[in-house]
């Protein structure tokens, strides 16, 4: 009787420990995206909304959200990007590789200067 008590003791205590998942937080612009992508895959609108600054909720419309269900595929590549822009209206578009837990920094990739007739993409 006793070794069944303490193996169902032992049984529990290993299940509680099994608990311990770790969520995913919109904490980075990386972590945001991969959650956008998810909302957009679950077809979940108002949990994408929610991801959004307030006040920009209704940024992209129910019917865009839609066009994204339509393109979104299993999977799918993230990237880091970073937007420099000169007080000469003059832009670079900065590609870094995505930083591992164990890194320490953000190392570049590739640099791109934005050609005029993307810059209005990004005012």
Same mark, same amino acid.
């Given at each position: &009787? @006793? @070794?069944i008590i303490?193996?169902?003791i032992l049984c529990l205590l290993t299940l509680a420990g099994c608990d311990n998942e770790k969520v995913v937080k919109p904490d980075t612009a990386s972590?945001?995206?991969h959650? &956008? @992508?998810l909302q957009i895959d679950n077809q979940n609108y108002s949990a994408f909304q929610s991801l #959004?600054?307030?006040? *920009?909720e209704t940024a992209v419309s129910i019917? *865009? #959200?839609q066009e994204f269900e339509e393109i979104s595929t299993a999977g799918a590549d993230f990237k880091n990007f970073e937007l420099v822009t000169f007080t000469n209206g003059e832009m670079l578009l900065?590609? #870094?590789k995505p930083k591992a837990?164990?890194?320490d920094e953000y190392k570049i990739v590739n640099v791109k200067r934005v050609p005029d007739d993307m810059k209005a993409l990004f005012k």
């Amino acid at each position: &009787m @006793k @070794k069944i008590i303490i193996g169902g003791i032992l049984c529990l205590l290993t299940l509680a420990g099994c608990d311990n998942e770790k969520v995913v937080k919109p904490d980075t612009a990386s972590n945001a995206s991969h959650l &956008m @992508k998810l909302q957009i895959d679950n077809q979940n609108y108002s949990a994408f909304q929610s991801l #959004f600054y307030e006040g *920009t909720e209704t940024a992209v419309s129910i019917d *865009t #959200f839609q066009e994204f269900e339509e393109i979104s595929t299993a999977g799918a590549d993230f990237k880091n990007f970073e937007l420099v822009t000169f007080t000469n209206g003059e832009m670079l578009l900065v590609e #870094f590789k995505p930083k591992a837990d164990d890194e320490d920094e953000y190392k570049i990739v590739n640099v791109k200067r934005v050609p005029d007739d993307m810059k209005a993409l990004f005012k």
